[in-house]
């Protein structure tokens, strides 16, 4: 197993700056799909140019979607054959398109 690096007390504080600065990005993106701001299809249209976007879990996506629950996702995911662990940016381009089928007729009728 290698060395972990010893970090300076400067360099460790820049690491948490950045991993802090990483996980509020990445709440914000989960709150503008909660809130109506973004849909499913932005989110992943952002997560091609956008590393922390493509770093997010699909399932933390889907629970973010106005109405959706745990156990929706959770079916969703298992329909879809996408792993509950899987990043936005490790999609297939099918997955990515029958995500986007599922989430919009959910929407369409209404929730």
């Known amino acids: 197993m290698a060395d972990v690096?010893?970090?300076t007390s400067e360099e460790r504080?820049?690491?948490w700056a950045k991993a802090a600065a990483i996980r509020k990005a990445r709440r914000d993106i989960l709150l503008a799909v909660q809130t109506g701001q973004?849909?499913?299809s932005d989110v992943l249209e952002h997560a091609e140019t956008n590393?922390?976007?493509s770093k997010t879990w699909v399932s933390a996506l889907m629970k973010a979607l106005p109405g959706a629950d745990a156990v929706w996702a959770s079916q969703i995911l298992k329909e879809l054959s996408i792993a509950d662990n899987q990043r936005i940016g490790g999609l297939s381009a099918k997955q990515r398109q029958d995500l986007l089928g599922i989430t919009t007729r959910r929407?369409?009728?209404g929730g």
Do not use: G, K
Request: net charge negative; aromatic share 6%; glycine share 0%.
């Open 5 to 7: 690096p010893a970090l």
């Open 51 to 53: 590393a922390i976007v």
């Open 107 to 109: 929407w369409d009728r």
């Open 13 to 15: 504080a820049e690491a």
């Open 38 to 40: 973004l849909t499913v």
